[in-house]
């Protein structure tokens, strides 16, 4: 069963740092991309920053969060640094990937189950 699991999340105090990580585990052939989602309470959830031909990151968080990959451990990293309180948020994993399952391949999308980061002022 494929799956991602999220982890790295917690409380922090403006200004400090947090490092998420999004591991997949499976039959996987491929990590094709790899984004970042977050959503607040009452809120949309929003795209934080994505991996895949080109990298991404919303206007929010440009020059403080760092997406990247270890492709060797099929994982994907949030460094996020000089953390806000208008950080705090659920931070979901979204990958697609190509998966081997009954001797074919398929390529699809995965969610992971998120992890909060609380950011204290």
């Known amino acids: 069963q494929v799956q991602l699991v999220e982890s790295g999340g917690g409380l922090v105090q403006a200004g400090g740092s947090l490092r998420l990580s999004c591991a997949a585990s499976?039959?996987?052939?491929?990590?094709?991309?790899m984004a970042w989602y977050r959503q607040a309470p009452k809120k949309a959830r929003e795209l934080v920053a994505s991996?895949?031909?080109?990298?991404n990151y919303a206007d929010s968080v440009k020059g403080r969060f760092t997406i990247s990959r270890d492709n060797a451990k099929n994982t994907g990293y949030l460094q996020m640094n000089s953390l806000e309180p208008e950080d705090t948020a659920a931070y979901y994993c979204?990958?697609?990937?190509?998966?081997?399952?009954?001797?074919?391949?398929?390529?699809?999308?995965?969610w992971g189950q998120g992890t909060q980061v609380t950011v204290s002022s």
């Open positions: 979204h990958a697609v990937l190509t998966v081997f399952q009954g001797s074919k391949y398929y390529t699809r999308d995965y």
């Open positions: 499976g039959s996987i052939f491929r990590v094709n991309t």
């Open positions: 991996s895949g031909g080109s990298t």
